[in-house]
């Protein structure tokens, strides 16, 4: 694989045993904020991030959204492809995609810690005016019930990390709290938020 490093590489192929193991880890329904969030709103252009086997994407495109997923765990979309079609599936890292300027009525990133504060120069470009970002994971206090990280790294948002990271969009609601954690299955530290461009 050209231009992936060796470490970046073992952490695609982490994912692609964790999808591979068939075990249900995670939630498979679709996520309750995004649900909640685009509930009187209008379908449009929606960009899911990091879709793995597309539970939102596949939702949000039966409510009659125009949905990309990007992903890079080839063993995810094997499956997400095995579930149905309707949604336009890329097969790459985020960093690698071109999400645009103004391209997005939604953005989703839903338990895609790192990679949502990495981008969220690109994210924020990529929303058009009067576009909504929804983002849910768990806060770095995780680390503290229990939960396990594949790269031996930290998991999860620092306090208020996304607020500093999304300043510039208009923050609608904003959650640290313990509740439902969709990669546990069970109640743990977790921070939601809703903003809007």
Known sequence: MLGIGRSRFR??????????????????????????AVRSRPPGRALDIGMG??????????????????????????QARQLGSGITIVESSIEDFEIGEARWDLIACIYVHGVTLRNAER??????????????????????????????????????????????????RYEDLFAFGEWQNRDMPV???????
Do not use: C
């Not at 992903?71 to 094997?78: D, G, T, V, W």
């Open 11 to 36: 952490y695609m192929n982490l994912w692609d045993e964790v999808y591979a193991k068939g075990e249900h880890q995670f939630y498979p329904g679709p996520n309750a904020l995004l649900m909640e």
């Open 53 to 78: 086997q597309g539970r939102n994407a596949f939702w949000l495109a039966s409510q009659g959204w125009d949905v990309t997923g990007v992903e890079s765990s080839a063993e995810a979309l094997r």
């Open 123 to 172: 994210i924020i470009q990529g929303l058009k005016p009067g576009g909504i970002l929804v983002v849910e994971g768990f806060h770095r206090d995780v680390m503290n019930h229990g939960a396990k990280t594949l790269d031996g790294k930290p998991l999860g948002f620092q306090t208020n990390a996304l607020l500093r990271h999304f300043l510039p969009l208009r923050i609608e």
């Open 191 to 197: 921070v939601r938020m809703l903003a809007r461009k």
